[in-house]
């Protein structure tokens, strides 16, 4: 317990004398356990919060579930922009894990501000240096919990070799585990000294378990494909963390050792937001979730956009020969199935030949049928995708994935990062009127596109780490020469025959799309780096430009990465602030 005439606050430091005694004769100490609320959304702001010790953090509710918005840390507050607009709060704040906060009434602090005015202007420039997330791991967690659930896993040797991987990113790392069970009071010197700090335990009932269970910003619990998993892996009462939905699983695979259960299986016992693969042998597995836990993981976030997303293809490649790695990935519509094949492990070889052989060589949109809900059958589309992807689900993939479609009957973007992969990706291109929408626990699903084309801001909650993101929705997709005096369905067939897809493709999705770009240009301030291939010729049902598209986004992204000094270590650096990088 930190005494109330101790507390050290640096930005209480430049008030005078009269003003500290007064904050402390005021302010309320208490201590608040892991996955308390500190307040909900819509709650009255009647105080301004400072973190002394521990982490709290802000969530906001979606589907029923809490979703972390950001970290809190020690000599920081919380609450004040609520405060200062006089209104309800606008997201909820939990304690992370068993925190030490100070309580400042509003009316005295509001009496403090006008005696000493420059603590507002302080208070400010804390609130804008967390919005611009000027350290890319500002809102990444600083402390892990390592749990094993089975004693056949080494977690030590497991978790030095993670410690040394995480060092080899640039970060200070320290590693606690059972050995040194009882000291757990040298966690905020720890803090203090390094930049991360993990905390290995074996699931079981002890009290260095459950000291570890309650001091960790994100716990990470590893299992082994070899085994089956029980069902809840993490007991309630011991995990807070699990509460707030800030569990990831660390699946290992033994070389030689058949599955018992699925990824999925695993997931679900677990109630992990996130799935990460451990191959054993396989340093490219350690590397990336090295990066993750220290908050130098890049995400690659493609949009939607038809024909015009080939151009993703081409830009990849280009990151690739920088030297990038992307260990999240996200999209919707084209850019959608385009990051899946990254995620499956597709190199730039097999991307192209499977692009092509899937919508290049032939047309995936001519089976036509008279009108009832859609254009086209979908049938080719449906097999094409099962050919390529198979029966994989989304957490057998080598990365963690996701990507977007649209719910019509509840009006809102739906989020797929589980189930299988192929029907995710069907639901995320079902261009209303032109592919037949998919219809999933009774609900109707189309193109992500026409909610969400550039869902930037679904990976800046998937990760902490860098964004990367290629949109090709920016400008003109469509050719209005195509609508004068435009042919029936059966003169058009005579003049393009079945491989040119009809004009009603481009002005359907068009149509879907163009009253959202406001949304759009939000999302896009969310990528750090953001690039843009012209494309101005390239309609977004023209599959036959696939060439000239790869060239524009290789292109555009070299011309990108020539003014990007250092290439992806520029982005991850920790000594300054990341700026955005626009491609033409």
Known sequence: MVPKDTIDLPILDKLGFLARRAVRREARWFSLPGGQPLFHKGDPADALYFVVSGSVGAFRER???????????????????????????????????????????????????????????DLARMMITRMRRANPRSSAPRVFALISSSPSIDLRAYGLQLAEAMERTGSKVAYMDGEEAG??????????????????????????????????????????????????????????????RLVDMVLIHPQGAPPQAA????????????????????????????????????????????????AHVGAIRALREAGFHFDFLGGTSMGAIIAAGVAMGWDDEELDRRLRQAFVETNPLDDYVLPVVSLTRGKKVDARLKRHFGDVDITDLQHPFFCISTNLTKGEPMVHKQGMLRKALRASIAIPGLLPPVVQDDQLLVDGAVMKNFPADEMRNFHRGPIVGLDVGRTNAIDADDFVDAPNFFSWVLQHGFRDTPPIASLLLRSATAGREGEMMIRRDEADVLIHPGLQNIDIRNWRSYDQ??????DTAKAVLGDLDGGPEALTATQSPMSDIIGP
């Open 63 to 121: 589907d029923g579930q809490l979703e972390l918005l950001g970290h809190i840390r020690p000599g920081e507050p919380a609450g004040e922009i609520a405060l200062f607009a006089d209104q309800p709060h606008s997201a909820s704040v939990y304690a992370l894990r068993d925190s030490e906060l100070i309580a400042l009434p509003k009316d005295e602090f509001l009496e403090i501000v006008g005696r000493r005015p420059e603590l507002m202007g």
């Open 183 to 244: 000291d757990m009071d040298r966690l905020a010197q720890l803090e203090d000294k390094y930049d991360q700090v993990l905390l290995a335990a074996p699931l079981r009932e002890g009290s260095w378990t459950r000291a570890v269970l309650r001091q960790a910003d994100r716990i990470w619990l590893l299992g082994r494909s070899d085994a089956r998993p029980s069902d809840p892996l993490l007991p309630g009462e011991m995990t807070p963390l699990a509460r707030l």
């Open 263 to 310: 990824p999925r299986e695993w997931m679900n016992a677990a109630r992990a937001t996130r799935i990460f693969h451990w191959r054993i042998g396989n340093d490219h597995d350690v590397d990336a979730l090295a990066r993750t836990a220290c908050g130098k993981s890049i995400g690659l976030v493609l949009s939607g956009g038809g024909a015009r997303a080939y």
């Open 549 to 554: 598209a790869v060239q524009e986004g290789y």
